[in-house]
């Protein structure tokens, strides 16, 4: 090889390192500089429903044990709407015996701060749209709203969980439970409800529905109602 081919050579690999260092350092520059400039809060992220807007709880009021039960007594449902900033709140209530059949829907209204508790047996499933009394135990669903001002069987202080309404947070719930340890002692567990985000559009527009069929059917069965404190 002559000398005028190898200084070619020697210039082209030169330069090709000398661009592939340039390229090198530029990346590290901009790494570094991202981790000294971090992205801006919330920038590329996916907001999500406040989790108290959809609150889901089982209960067991009288279950015997071989059929999976373990009840022994009336539960109760606490719901808080905790802080003033909200205003009130209507808790659009829904319940579900154990074969996913709904027997009785109702909206109670809680003013700021208020805390309601509902009886289960008394003001939950004392109503039951089925023919039939398979409602030991079930599921209850709540969804966190904003006043409608419906007038229906199933509403309460401007909440009808029977015609259409905005979905809104912060709405906490529990099920306070009785149980028997070992066949004697009976003691009592309160569980916070499951919140799972917002119900989706096909779950709250069957909700809805449900409800509505036991309001048009004008039997008078298939609402429940909130008790004393929720008058």
């Known amino acids: 090889m002559n000398k005028r081919v190898r200084l070619s050579l020697g210039s082209a690999i030169s330069t090709a390192a000398i661009a592939t260092f340039l390229a090198v350092s530029l990346v590290a520059a901009t790494a570094h500089a ?10 590329n992220s996916v907001s999500s429903p406040d989790p108290s807007t959809f609150n889901v709880g089982y209960f067991d009021v009288g279950e015997p044990i071989p059929d999976n039960g373990v009840g022994v007594g ?13 205003g009130s709140l ?9 074969d996913q059949e709904p027997g009785e829907c ?3 209204l809680l003013t700021e701060n208020k ?6 047996a008394n003001q939950l499933t004392s109503n ?27 509403a309460s202080g401007g909440c009808d969980p029977s015609i259409a ?3 809104t947070p912060n709405l906490l719930g529990s099920i306070l439970k009785p149980q028997t340890v070992v066949d004697v002692t009976t003691t009592l567990t309160e569980t916070p409800m499951f919140e799972e985000g917002a119900p989706d559009a096909t ?3 069957n909700l809805i529905s449900e409800c509505a069929f036991f309001v048009a059917h004008g039997s008078g069965r298939g609402t429940c109602n909130c008790g004393p404190e929720g008058e």
């Open 74 to 86: 009336d539960n109760f449902v606490k719901l808080i709407n905790p802080t003033a900033a909200n």
């Open 34 to 43: 991202t981790l000294r400039h971090p992205a801006p809060s919330g920038a």
């Open 106 to 108: 109702c909206g109670c």
């Open 165 to 167: 309404y905005t979905q």
């Open 90 to 98: 209507c808790a659009m209530i829904y319940v579900f015996d154990d």
């Open 128 to 154: 039951w749209e089925v023919n039939g009394n398979d409602f030991d135990n079930g599921v209850i669903k709540i969804v966190s709203a904003v006043p409608n001002g419906g007038h229906s069987a199933a």
């Open 115 to 120: 805390l309601l508790t509902l009886s289960v």
């Open 203 to 205: 779950e709250a527009t």
